[in-house]
Structure formats: structure tokens, C-alpha cells
């Protein structure tokens, strides 16, 4: 970017030659504006907030060094660059006090003037550089403490006044919280600068008091003092095109959504607006098609799902009934919606007990449910940004189990009918291949060859499998007779139940419901 300069002398050929005779554009520069005297510098300045100001000490209405101890406050990077003739050692001796180092005697020397120039332009890239990485922390730095509450109201004033930001023309406070994902985690941090950057811009060209600045690498903070209400809707306006071009220009976002707290009407309180701003970004889990959403109040309980929605959900998966599976998920997604105050991290718990319940289902039919989709993984669940999202997850792996469970019906009819037959009758102690080939009207050779071909396990290892696990089950949920127990999963002799159970666990059933009491 071409650096600003204001040339002020009240000598008009001075100022032509310094304008027509320096090569500003090798030293990336360009005049932004004239004046004859330092009143008329001084409003310029302040208008076009030049980067170097090159001016003659000895001028009518306002003098050189007073034009500098005038602007210091209002553009403390400037740079000055006073022109003196032999005559003016007493205005430079106060141009040494001021710290003014650069200056020229008249009569001018291009090649000086040039040589000085340079030399600001470098120096003013160097503090410019210095001073925005101190401001941006002190900017962090104060985001962050009006978030908290118990704050010292004056210190919080004076951070904001040092950075140009006078809290006292304001009426109303309210905080904004805007959270992006993105595809790729390494330019996540690059984009959420750039976005900062964008979102600050439009609020200097709005001229709205604010301070914004990133929480971590994929949030960022905006406390906007407002003078009038009217000027956070147009803000709002101005964030939803950033966020949608943002999107659009750059395939590693993913979204980009805005939470919006209450007004409250002081400093003071601003946390507690922060505080409704979380709410509210929670809020669009809930929402299809919304990305930004202001803070109402909900007094709806969190959502606490029924245990049998896993019990009948296994139900309907054993049977291979993708109706009643579909509909048993979407009416769990229904219902949350109707408790939005439920928190987000509850909600992705409960569709992960729903895949885990999925897994162990299709674990009983020798499926590897999570090699059915490629795509899905553990972290698509923590990762995912809308209910709706979590619900296409379920609804997805849903479609390819199901699918798979097609071809078993189709080629492996009769491997999947046994293993239903076997799950639904695994308490009966007369369950044999026998019986199952009766009820199968096949024979009880053709029913073994295909079931080991199928499973590449024999059908009496499916039933022991089936019969161990049921008993570890119920021996997990308390105490039980062994007897008891042998018979629930079709064993006759109690004995010869436990020795089975041992054999295949490695301990005795009683371990299980000892083992949990100590652990109490």
C-alpha cells in the first residue's frame, strides 16, 4: 500500500517542487494533499491521516512544531519531516525535544529530501508494524475481560480510550460471537485473521465503536458500543454478506455462524450480554437454515432421552425394519428440537450411543458397520454443526446397513433367517441345528455347509457365542442365581453351564457382579 503524504508550506513553489521533482512512486508514496499553513494541515491530517507529513517550520497562523505537538496525540505513527532554513536553529532545537529527527534545510536537495523520506517510510513500516502486534494484544486482552464479570469499569475505559474507542457516546452495549469450521485445520488460523480483519473494516467504514478480535483459532469477539440500536441491524446486514462471500470464495470453510447476546446498557454489564451471545450460537444446532441468531430466552428443560428408544431400536434393526429404524431417529430429532436448551455436547452423546447401539447390532450379524461408510468417522459426530447434520449421519449409515442387510436376505437368506432364529429363541434349551432346520425346512447338512461358508463359524459356535455374551449381560446388571441364569440362555445343567461360561471368559460368572462391588 502507497504511503500517505501532506505537504504543508506556505511557499507554493515549494510545495511544486517537492511534488513534481521527487519520484514518489519509486519510493511507493503519493501526495494525498497540500496546505499553506498549519491550521489548514492540521484539519487534513486528521481527514486523510497521512503517514508522513513534510513541512516548513516558519508558517502564518500555526508553525511547524506547533502543527506537531498539535497532531501527536491524534496520529501518534506519523511521521514528521520539517524543512528549516539557517536562521531557524531555535525551532529546530524544539524539534530535537519533540523527537523530530528528520529534517532538511532549505534550500532543497532533491537527493536529500529523498534520502529523508526513505528513511521515514522504512521507519514508519517498523513502528506500524510494532505498534499493531502491541495493539492487537491489548485488543485480545480486552475482549477477553469483557467477557468476565467484576471488571474496574474506569481501567476498561482507559484500555478503550488508548485505543481509540470512546465508550461514553454510547447507549447500548452488545456482544457478538462468530464461529467458523473449516476442512482444513491448517488454515484455519489464517482464515479466522482474515475474517477479523474484514468484520473490523466494515465497522470503520460503518462508524460504529467496537472492538473485535479472535478468542482462539476458529472464534472471534465482537463488543459493539452503539450509539443507536439502528446500527447493529446494519451491521448484522454487513456480517451476513462477509460470512456468505467468505464461503463462497474460500472452499475450506465450511460455515460461518453468528450468535448475538442482548443489549445491556452499560460497560459493566456487557459479560452478561457475551453470556446470552454463547446461548444464541447454540441456538443454530437447533435451526435448519439459520447462521445468525439473536439471544431469546428459552425456558424449555434440556432433553433426556427414554432407554427404549435403544431398545427398540435394536429391535428393528434384528428384524432388518428400516421403516421403524428411520422413524424411531427422526422422531428422537424432533423431539430435541422442541428442547433447544438441551447442550450441544448432550445431544452428539446421545446419536453416539445411538451408532455404538447400531455397531454391536450389526456386530451379532458379522457386519463391521463403520467399514460400511468410509466417510464416517467418530469425529463426525463431535465435528458435526446442525442436528440436522448428526440426524444425515444416522440417516446415511442407516442406508448402507440396511443395504447390506439386503444382500444377506438376498444371498444369505438363510444364514441371516437362522441367525434371527437363533438371537429370538436363545433362552431355549432344546435350540439345536435340528430344530432350527425344521423351522427352516432345509436339512440339517445343507443348513451347516451354508451357515460356515457365510459366517466362517459353525452353527453350535454361533449358539455358545450368542447364549456367553447374553449371560455376561445379564450378569452385569446384578446379582443372579447361576441356575437362574443358565436357564435364561437355554442351559438344562447349572454346572456344566459355568464351566462353559469360564472356558470362555477366562472367570466365573460370579467374577462379573463381585468385580463391580468392589469396584463400588
Given at each position: 500500500m502507497q504511503k500517505k503524504v501532506l505537504l504543508v508550506?506556505?511557499?507554493?513553489?515549494?510545495?511544486?517542487?517537492?511534488?513534481?521533482?521527487?519520484?514518489?512512486?519509486?519510493?511507493?508514496?503519493?501526495?494525498?494533499?497540500?496546505?499553506?499553513?498549519?491550521?489548514?494541515?492540521?484539519?487534513?491530517?486528521?481527514?486523510?491521516?497521512?503517514?508522513?507529513?513534510?513541512?516548513?517550520?516558519?508558517?502564518?497562523?500555526?508553525?511547524g512544531i506547533e502543527l506537531v505537538q498539535n497532531l501527536r496525540e491524534s496520529l501518534p505513527l506519523c511521521k514528521f519531516i520539517l524543512l528549516s532554513g539557517y536562521s531557524d536553529k531555535e525551532y529546530l532545537k524544539s524539534a530535537i525535544r519533540l523527537k523530530i529527527v528528520n529534517y532538511v534545510e532549505k534550500p532543497i536537495d532533491i537527493k536529500e529530501i529523498t534520502k529523508v523520506v526513505k528513511k521515514a517510510i522504512e521507519e514508519s513500516d517498523y513502528e506500524k508494524k510494532t505498534f499493531n502486534k502491541l495493539k492487537d494484544r491489548e485488543i485480545n486482552d480486552i475482549c477477553y475481560k469483557l467477557t468476565l464479570p467484576a471488571q474496574n469499569t474506569q481501567d476498561l475505559l482507559d484500555v478503550l480510550n488508548s485505543l481509540?474507542?470512546?465508550?461514553?457516546?454510547?447507549?447500548?452495549?452488545?456482544?457478538?460471537?462468530?464461529?467458523?469450521?473449516?476442512?482444513?485445520?491448517?488454515?484455519?488460523?489464517?482464515?479466522?485473521?482474515?475474517?477479523?480483519?474484514?468484520?473490523?473494516?466494515?465497522?470503520?467504514?460503518?462508524?460504529?465503536?467496537?472492538?473485535?478480535?479472535?478468542?482462539?483459532?476458529?472464534?472471534?469477539?465482537?463488543?459493539?458500543?452503539?450509539?443507536?440500536?439502528?446500527?447493529?441491524h446494519t451491521f448484522i446486514n454487513q456480517l451476513k454478506t462477509i460470512s456468505v462471500n467468505a464461503e463462497k470464495t474460500n472452499s475450506n470453510i465450511k460455515y460461518i455462524y453468528s450468535g448475538i447476546g442482548i443489549h445491556v446498557d452499560s460497560l459493566s454489564n456487557i459479560y452478561m450480554s457475551y453470556k446470552t451471545a454463547v446461548m444464541a450460537l447454540q441456538k443454530i444446532f437447533y435451526e435448519e437454515n439459520q447462521t445468525i441468531v439473536f439471544y431469546v430466552k428459552d425456558t424449555t428443560s434440556p432433553y433426556k432421552m427414554n432407554e427404549s428408544i435403544l431398545t427398540r431400536l435394536t429391535e428393528a434393526l434384528?428384524?432388518?425394519?428400516?421403516?421403524?429404524?428411520?422413524?424411531?431417529?427422526?422422531?428422537?430429532?424432533?423431539?430435541?428440537?422442541?428442547h433447544?436448551?438441551?447442550?450441544?455436547?448432550?445431544?452428539?452423546?446421545?446419536?453416539?450411543?445411538?451408532?455404538?447401539?447400531m455397531s454391536e447390532v450389526a456386530k451379532t450379524l458379522n457386519i463391521d458397520l463403520l467399514?460400511?461408510?468410509?466417510?464416517?468417522?467418530?469425529?463426525?459426530?463431535?465435528?458435526?454443526?446442525?442436528?440436522?447434520?448428526?440426524?444425515?449421519?444416522?440417516?446415511?449409515?442407516?442406508?448402507?446397513?440396511?443395504?447390506?442387510?439386503?444382500?444377506?436376505?438376498?444371498?444369505?437368506?438363510?444364514?441371516?433367517?437362522?441367525?434371527?432364529?437363533?438371537?429370538?429363541?436363545?433362552?431355549?434349551?432344546?435350540?439345536?441345528?435340528?430344530?432350527?432346520?425344521?423351522?427352516?425346512?432345509?436339512?440339517?447338512?445343507?443348513?451347516?455347509?451354508?451357515?460356515?461358508?457365510?459366517?466362517?463359524?459353525?452353527?453350535?459356535?454361533?449358539?455358545?457365542?450368542?447364549?456367553?455374551?447374553?449371560?455376561?449381560?445379564?450378569?452385569?446388571?446384578?446379582p443372579i442365581k447361576n441356575t437362574e441364569l443358565a436357564s435364561m440362555v437355554g442351559y438344562k445343567d447349572a454346572r456344566y453351564f459355568s464351566k462353559t461360561f469360564e472356558e470362555y471368559f477366562g472367570f466365573k460368572p460370579k467374577a462379573i457382579w463381585e468385580r463391580g462391588v468392589n469396584e463400588q
Amino acid at each position: 500500500m502507497q504511503k500517505k503524504v501532506l505537504l504543508v508550506d506556505d511557499e507554493y513553489m515549494t510545495r511544486r517542487v517537492l511534488k513534481n521533482k521527487v519520484d514518489w512512486n519509486s519510493l511507493n508514496a503519493i501526495v494525498s494533499g497540500e496546505a499553506e499553513d498549519g491550521e489548514e494541515a492540521y484539519k487534513m491530517a486528521l481527514e486523510i491521516q497521512p503517514d508522513i507529513i513534510i513541512s516548513d517550520v516558519r508558517m502564518p497562523r500555526m508553525n511547524g512544531i506547533e502543527l506537531v505537538q498539535n497532531l501527536r496525540e491524534s496520529l501518534p505513527l506519523c511521521k514528521f519531516i520539517l524543512l528549516s532554513g539557517y536562521s531557524d536553529k531555535e525551532y529546530l532545537k524544539s524539534a530535537i525535544r519533540l523527537k523530530i529527527v528528520n529534517y532538511v534545510e532549505k534550500p532543497i536537495d532533491i537527493k536529500e529530501i529523498t534520502k529523508v523520506v526513505k528513511k521515514a517510510i522504512e521507519e514508519s513500516d517498523y513502528e506500524k508494524k510494532t505498534f499493531n502486534k502491541l495493539k492487537d494484544r491489548e485488543i485480545n486482552d480486552i475482549c477477553y475481560k469483557l467477557t468476565l464479570p467484576a471488571q474496574n469499569t474506569q481501567d476498561l475505559l482507559d484500555v478503550l480510550n488508548s485505543l481509540g474507542v470512546h465508550v461514553k457516546k454510547a447507549s447500548s452495549f452488545c456482544s457478538c460471537i462468530v464461529s467458523l469450521s473449516c476442512s482444513n485445520e491448517v488454515v484455519v488460523k489464517e482464515i479466522t485473521n482474515k475474517l477479523t480483519k474484514d468484520i473490523s473494516r466494515i465497522l470503520h467504514a460503518l462508524n460504529i465503536m467496537a472492538i473485535c478480535s479472535p478468542r482462539n483459532d476458529q472464534t472471534i469477539i465482537i463488543h459493539l458500543f452503539l450509539e443507536q440500536i439502528s446500527h447493529l441491524h446494519t451491521f448484522i446486514n454487513q456480517l451476513k454478506t462477509i460470512s456468505v462471500n467468505a464461503e463462497k470464495t474460500n472452499s475450506n470453510i465450511k460455515y460461518i455462524y453468528s450468535g448475538i447476546g442482548i443489549h445491556v446498557d452499560s460497560l459493566s454489564n456487557i459479560y452478561m450480554s457475551y453470556k446470552t451471545a454463547v446461548m444464541a450460537l447454540q441456538k443454530i444446532f437447533y435451526e435448519e437454515n439459520q447462521t445468525i441468531v439473536f439471544y431469546v430466552k428459552d425456558t424449555t428443560s434440556p432433553y433426556k432421552m427414554n432407554e427404549s428408544i435403544l431398545t427398540r431400536l435394536t429391535e428393528a434393526l434384528k428384524t432388518v425394519n428400516r421403516i421403524s429404524a428411520e422413524i424411531i431417529i427422526k422422531d428422537l430429532a424432533k423431539n430435541i428440537r422442541k428442547h433447544k436448551n438441551t447442550q450441544v455436547s448432550s445431544v452428539k452423546d446421545i446419536f453416539h450411543r445411538i451408532i455404538l447401539k447400531m455397531s454391536e447390532v450389526a456386530k451379532t450379524l458379522n457386519i463391521d458397520l463403520l467399514k460400511l461408510d468410509d466417510s464416517f468417522t467418530w469425529n463426525s459426530i463431535s465435528q458435526a454443526s446442525k442436528l440436522s447434520e448428526l440426524e444425515s449421519i444416522v440417516l446415511t449409515i442407516f442406508d448402507k446397513l440396511f443395504n447390506e442387510l439386503g444382500k444377506l436376505h438376498n444371498q444369505d437368506a438363510l444364514s441371516a433367517k437362522t441367525i434371527r432364529y437363533i438371537n429370538k429363541n436363545i433362552s431355549d434349551v432344546e435350540l439345536s441345528i435340528n430344530k432350527i432346520s425344521e423351522n427352516l425346512f432345509v436339512t440339517p447338512t445343507y443348513l451347516c455347509t451354508v451357515f460356515k461358508k457365510e459366517t466362517n463359524i459353525t452353527i453350535n459356535q454361533f449358539i455358545k457365542g450368542c447364549r456367553m455374551k447374553k449371560a455376561h449381560e445379564i450378569i452385569s446388571k446384578g446379582p443372579i442365581k447361576n441356575t437362574e441364569l443358565a436357564s435364561m440362555v437355554g442351559y438344562k445343567d447349572a454346572r456344566y453351564f459355568s464351566k462353559t461360561f469360564e472356558e470362555y471368559f477366562g472367570f466365573k460368572p460370579k467374577a462379573i457382579w463381585e468385580r463391580g462391588v468392589n469396584e463400588q
